[in-house]
């Protein structure tokens, strides 16, 4: 009996000995594959993201930019034709209700004639932003799917080239995962974003330059409160 016991506890040591083991080893595999997961990698310049565009894409790019700077100035040149417009109106008012003023038969006309050249230079306005806004936003759309196309197909030979060890590391789902999402983060970041970004800044150029010919002091009065419109955008954004 005292054998058999001797025996009994040996057994159990080993057990226990050995499931410690396994536990440990599984711990520095769990362990090992969280550091792979948290090492960060470089990160990549904006202009290092178009490295796949061939000659086509970079030429839909250069359009589709010429258009998003075309497109941002059009809203600062409205603004000037609206303000040429108002004083127009503003004009003829005061000259009809001024008594000491005798008004002629053909007062009317030069009103309806300058109304007409505001009413095409509208028309201008809005065929330009219709061409532009339609090529802007569907060159660079095509350029950045033409751009994902590629590297979807680098990245599943890629994937296909590695060693049988390497899908052991790596999950199934992981895979599909980068697949999927990661690229479709990346078309979103060199798509019709990018237009919209080369947009506005063109339409901050053009109205500061229309700003500062135009009435120079009224643009340095909004300059001043330009921090506090900001501070303002920054928190409500929050």
């Given amino acids: 009996m005292g054998k058999n016991s001797e025996m009994e506890m040996v057994s159990e040591a080993k057990h226990l000995q050995n499931g410690h083991l396994g536990e440990r080893e599984e711990n520095d595999e769990?362990?090992?594959?969280?550091?792979?997961?948290?090492?960060?990698?470089?990160?990549?310049?904006p202009f290092s993201l178009f490295r796949f565009a061939d000659c086509w894409d970079i030429m839909m790019i250069f359009?589709?930019?010429v258009m998003a700077v075309?497109?941002?100035?059009?809203?600062?040149?409205m603004c000037i034709?609206?303000?040429?417009?108002?004083?127009?109106?503003?004009?003829?008012?005061?000259?009809?209700?001024?008594?000491?003023?005798?008004?002629?038969?053909?007062m009317t006309y030069p009103l309806e004639e300058e109304m007409t050249t505001f009413a095409i230079y509208y028309s201008i306005l809005g065929a330009v932003v219709l061409i532009a806004a339609y090529l802007q936003v569907?060159?660079?759309?095509?350029?950045?799917?033409?751009?994902?196309?590629?590297?979807?197909?680098?990245?599943f030979h890629r994937i296909?080239?590695?060693?049988?060890?390497?899908?052991d590391?790596?999950?199934?789902?992981?895979?599909?995962?980068?697949?999927?999402?990661?690229?479709?983060?990346?078309?979103?970041?060199?798509?019709?974003?990018?237009?919209?970004l080369i947009q506005s800044f063109s339409s901050f150029i053009a109205a500061f330059i229309i700003g500062f010919t135009r009435g120079w002091k009224l643009t340095?009065?909004?300059l001043a409160v330009s921090p506090a419109l900001g501070i303002s955008a920054a928190l409500f954004s929050k």
């Fill in 81 to 106: 034709v609206f303000g040429d417009m108002t004083d127009s109106l503003v004009n003829s008012a005061s000259n009809f209700s001024n008594p000491n003023v005798t008004i002629p038969g053909n």
């Fill in 63 to 65: 359009i589709g930019t």
């Fill in 70 to 77: 075309a497109n941002g100035a059009v809203l600062p040149l």
């Fill in 220 to 222: 340095l009065v909004i």
């Fill in 30 to 45: 769990k362990t090992e594959k969280k550091k792979e997961k948290e090492a960060k990698e470089a990160m990549v310049g």
């Fill in 160 to 167: 296909m080239q590695q060693d049988i060890g390497w899908f």
């Fill in 138 to 155: 569907s060159l660079w759309t095509l350029a950045a799917g033409r751009q994902v196309k590629c590297i979807r197909k680098l990245f």
């Fill in 169 to 196: 590391v790596n999950e199934t789902g992981e895979l599909n995962t980068r697949l999927t999402d990661d690229v479709y983060k990346i078309q979103e970041g060199i798509g019709d974003k990018v237009g919209m």
